[in-house]
């Protein structure tokens, strides 16, 4: 007898013994699914890929070097030419929206990452201190702060650093020349005068600034820094060290673990967790209980610490809605970039150079 087909073979089946296939093949068919939804949940994998990897929110880290290069990073690792060498060092860097403003003899903008025009030609005069908070960027008043040589002492920018205008709310401030801002967690903006020690506080773009006397040492070459909601004032000079207010600048406390001579160029309060301050020999200190510690291992001998970045890497949620986050801080120095993923305890060199300024 010839072989017949699959189907005069299921033709001649009894019932019981078809309706235990279909039961079987069903079983199977579930228990594929289920086995699916397992791999899913426990592995966060979507289209065979794992979330934990997937980063949804990328960081773009800017640092400049002593030769007037321009660097962009992705991920602290991989870094290309932002801006080729013009011979000219900065004074600072700030990202605005999707526009990027370079402080050199003027501001310049660059809304395509391909070229850089000026865009304000009023920046003070170059000191012999390098402010690295000479630009501020306020989120809640969607506004760039700059501080200038023109009429007022202050311009701003509500179209993320194209146009200019100065501030006429100025008060006693005006025609000051103001060397640095910094913006509480309350919201509170404060600029600061260091050639007459007097501080500038507003709370909107509505409201005028508000001046007040800052009871700093006349020795000091101050900068300012926020730390939640304590102004940190530190001295580039080397002769007065850090100090801290949280009232406003009516009084003035200095920090302590911080030895006297340390010329204190850098400053940065990463992720609010705790606070850094770089100095032009090698040295940074963390605040740990109320008190600065040395926290600069894996930082080259005589490095010039001329700031700092905080950068976060936010991973894809997976089905339950959980997603993880790492954080980095960077430094840039004298001898190179230096990264910590631990809060600024310990630090790995990632890329050689003379650096100026970061973002």
């Avoid at 990897?53 to 992705?74: C, E, H, M, T, W």
């Avoid at 005006?174 to 509480?184: D, H, I, K, R």
């Avoid at 949620?317 to 840039?332: K, L």
Wanted: net charge positive; aromatic share 12%.
């Amino acid at each position: 007898m010839p072989d017949r087909p699959y189907f005069g073979t299921l033709y001649f089946l009894s019932l019981s013994s078809f309706l235990m296939r279909i039961r079987n093949l069903l079983s199977l068919a579930s228990a594929a699914v289920l086995l699916a939804a397992f791999s899913t949940s426990s592995c966060r994998k979507e289209n065979g890929i794992d979330n934990n990897q997937v980063i949804q929110k990328p960081y773009s880290l800017f640092f400049s070097d002593s030769a007037g290069a321009l660097y962009i990073s992705n991920d602290g690792q991989d870094f290309r030419e932002f801006f080729k060498t013009d011979g000219t060092t900065d004074r600072g860097i700030l990202v605005a929206g999707k526009n990027v403003l370079w402080a050199k003899s003027d501001l310049y903008l660059s809304e395509d990452g391909n070229s850089f025009n000026p865009t304000f030609r009023l920046l003070p005069y170059r000191a012999a201190v390098s402010w690295a908070s000479l630009m501020h960027y306020s989120a809640r008043q969607q506004r760039v702060y700059v501080a200038s040589r023109g009429s007022t002492g202050i311009a701003y920018s509500e179209d993320n650093g194209k146009t200019w205008t100065p501030d006429t709310m100025m008060g006693a401030l005006s025609q000051l020349p103001l060397t640095s801002f910094a913006e509480l967690d309350n919201g509170l903006l404060a600029g600061y005068d260091n050639t007459n020690r007097r501080t500038g506080f507003r709370t909107s773009n509505a409201s005028p600034w508000m001046t007040r006397s800052a009871s700093l040492p006349a020795s000091g070459a101050f900068q300012f820094a926020a730390y939640g909601n304590t102004l940190v004032a530190y001295d580039a000079k080397g002769a007065a060290g850090a100090w801290y207010s949280t009232d406003t600048s009516r009084t003035w406390k200095q920090f302590s673990g911080i030895p006297a001579g340390e010329k204190l160029l850098s400053a940065l309060s990463p992720f609010g967790q705790n606070l850094l301050i770089g100095t032009d020999n090698g040295h940074i200190y963390r605040l740990d209980n109320g008190q600065f510690v040395l926290s600069n291992k894996g930082i080259a001998a005589g490095s010039a610490v001329r700031g700092f970045a905080a950068k976060n890497n936010i991973f894809k949620q997976d089905a339950a809605g959980n997603s993880r986050e790492n954080r980095y801080v960077y430094a840039a120095t004298s001898t190179g970039l230096y990264r910590s993923e631990d809060g600024g305890i310990n630090w790995v060199g990632v890329f050689k150079g003379n650096l100026q300024s970061i973002y």
